[in-house]
């Protein structure tokens, strides 16, 4: 995954009277990561019973596992990039009654969203989102999504669902499109909410050598099982 937010790293490098630009870049070498993770119909069954009742985020093995974080860009010395964090912390619940679904909520640990450079998930964890203060953000749906044109033959469809984002304790209106499967006695459920940072109190790093974009996306990929 592309380097983000190497804060730690340029600091030692300037202390040290290296140049911090060249040798970041020399390092980390700006290219796109792999996009955040959608409900795949690969090896989908037919839906077994209904979609009304209970449902819980649980645990999914292979492309359809419960995963939640960020996708962003980024330039990095001239060299423009998309960085994608992820984490499989995520819990949720979603209610379903008379093929509508009427409440639904997904809880992420911002704590142990990742990338694979350590000192860039620090910053994320710290000076960006003050993960020890804010542990969690959260998607709420707010309106009600009509399910009854969800398909029962292994097949995936996009519903627009209406709800709150909650990031540092900033609650914002959104709408996102969701990809939803009902395969075997399982539903799954991928999106992209996007999001301006500093509606939600968050700056993202402008160092120079870097610079984030203030629009990106949350993403989300849950794997649910009847409560």
Do not use: C
Not at 14 to 36: K, L, M, N, T
Request: net charge negative.
């Amino acid at each position: 995954m592309k380097k983000w937010w190497l804060i730690g790293a340029a600091v030692v490098v300037v202390r040290a009277g290296v140049p911090a630009g060249p040798w970041i870049y020399g390092e980390f070498i700006a290219e796109d990561d792999a996009p955040a993770a959608s409900v795949s119909t690969e090896g989908a069954q037919a839906a077994s019973g209904s979609v009304d009742g209970q449902w819980i985020v649980g645990a999914e093995e292979g492309a359809n596992r419960t995963a939640a974080g960020y996708t962003v860009s980024e330039i990095l010395n001239g060299a423009r990039a998309t960085v994608v964090g992820a984490t499989d912390q995520v819990a949720g619940t979603a209610d379903v009654s008379g093929e509508k679904l009427s409440g639904a909520q997904v809880v992420v640990q911002v704590a142990a969203i990742a990338t694979d450079n350590s000192r860039r998930d620090g910053q994320f964890r710290g000076n960006v989102m003050a993960a020890d203060t804010f542990p969690t953000a959260t998607f709420t749906l707010t309106t009600p999504v009509d399910l009854a044109s969800l398909p029962t033959d292994g097949t995936a469809t996009t519903v627009k669902a209406d709800g709150t984002l909650t990031l540092e304790d900033q609650t914002r209106p959104v709408t996102v499109d969701v990809k939803v499967l009902h395969s075997g006695d399982k539903l799954v459920a991928s999106g992209s909410v996007p999001v301006t940072w500093s509606d939600y109190g968050i700056t993202p790093p402008s160092l120079g050598f870097v610079t984030v974009d203030d629009a990106g996306t949350v993403d989300f990929l849950v794997s649910l099982d009847r409560a």
